[in-house]
C-alpha cells in the first residue's frame, strides 16, 4: 500500500527505499505543494509528478539520472550553432513564460504533468529565490529554456522547452558551464532518456545519489551573475 502523506507540510516522508519497484520510484501520495514540502522533498530526492487527474503522486526512482556539470557534452554542432552569434542567455528573467512553454503541447506527449497547481507552486519557490530558469533568446524572442530548483550544490532540472533547434540543448550546456564555475556538484535530471545521455547524462544508483545530497551544503549557490562564454 503507498503510505498517504500527513497534511502538515512538515511532517517526513517515508524512507525512499520503500519506493516501489512498479511503477518505479513511486514512494507516496498526497500532502500538498507548499514550499515547505517541496524543499523538504527535493533535499531527499523526491519530487512530484502527476497528471491533472491525479492525486500528487511522490517519486524517488532508482537508478537516477544526474549530470556532473563537468562533463556535459556539447557536440560540434551544437557548438558550431551556438557559434553564429545569434543566441542571448540570461536567467530568471522570464521564469514564468519558461514554465508555461514547458507545460505547452509537444509533438511526442499527449498532455502535460506541469498542471496549474504544480506551475503556482514552482512560480511561489522562484518568487523566493529557490527555483530558477535559464533562457534562450533569438532576436529578442524566447527560443528555448529550462526550469529547476538550486539547493545547495545541487541543481535539480525539472523540464526545459525549445522552440527553435536546439535550444533547449543550448541552454543545458549553459547551465551546465555556469554550475561548474559556481561548484555545483550536480544536475539531477531525475529520469534517463536518449536524449539527456547523449548531452552526458550518467545513471547512478539511490544511494549514491543520497550521498551527494548528504554532504551538498544547505545554502542555495545560485548567483545573479549569470555569465557564459559568447563561443564555446
Not at 65 to 86: E, F, K, W
Not at 187 to 195: A, R
Not at 224 to 231: G, P
Request: hydrophobic share 40%; net charge negative.
Amino acid at each position: 500500500m503507498i503510505p498517504i502523506l500527513a497534511t502538515d507540510p512538515e511532517s517526513p516522508f517515508p524512507p525512499t527505499e520503500q519506493a516501489l519497484e512498479y511503477p518505479e520510484g513511486l514512494l507516496a501520495v498526497g500532502g500538498d505543494l507548499s514550499p515547505a514540502r517541496l524543499i523538504n522533498a527535493y533535499q531527499r530526492g523526491i519530487f512530484p509528478w502527476y497528471s491533472e487527474d491525479q492525486p500528487i503522486l511522490w517519486w524517488s526512482p532508482a537508478p537516477r539520472c544526474v549530470i556532473h556539470p563537468d562533463s556535459v557534452h556539447a557536440s560540434r554542432s551544437l557548438r558550431r550553432r551556438y557559434n553564429q552569434g545569434r543566441y542571448t542567455l540570461i536567467a530568471d528573467q522570464s521564469f514564468s513564460e519558461v514554465i508555461e512553454a514547458c507545460a505547452g503541447p509537444r509533438r511526442d506527449h499527449d498532455g502535460t504533468w506541469i498542471t496549474t497547481e504544480m506551475k503556482m507552486a514552482y512560480i511561489r519557490l522562484h518568487e523566493l529565490g529557490v527555483a530558477h530558469s535559464v533562457e534562450v533568446r533569438v532576436d529578442d524572442e524566447l527560443a528555448g529554456g529550462i526550469y529547476g530548483l538550486a539547493l545547495g550544490g545541487i541543481f535539480f532540472g525539472e523540464s526545459m522547452f525549445s522552440r527553435q533547434v536546439d535550444a533547449s540543448k543550448i541552454a543545458l550546456v549553459a547551465l551546465c558551464r555556469q554550475l561548474q564555475q559556481w561548484g555545483f556538484t550536480l544536475l539531477d535530471c531525475q529520469v534517463s532518456n536518449p536524449h539527456l545521455l547523449s548531452m552526458g547524462a550518467v545513471e547512478i544508483s539511490r544511494q549514491e545519489f543520497e550521498s551527494y545530497l548528504a554532504t551538498a551544503s544547505g545554502t542555495d549557490r545560485w548567483q545573479q551573475d549569470f555569465c557564459v562564454s559568447k563561443r564555446w
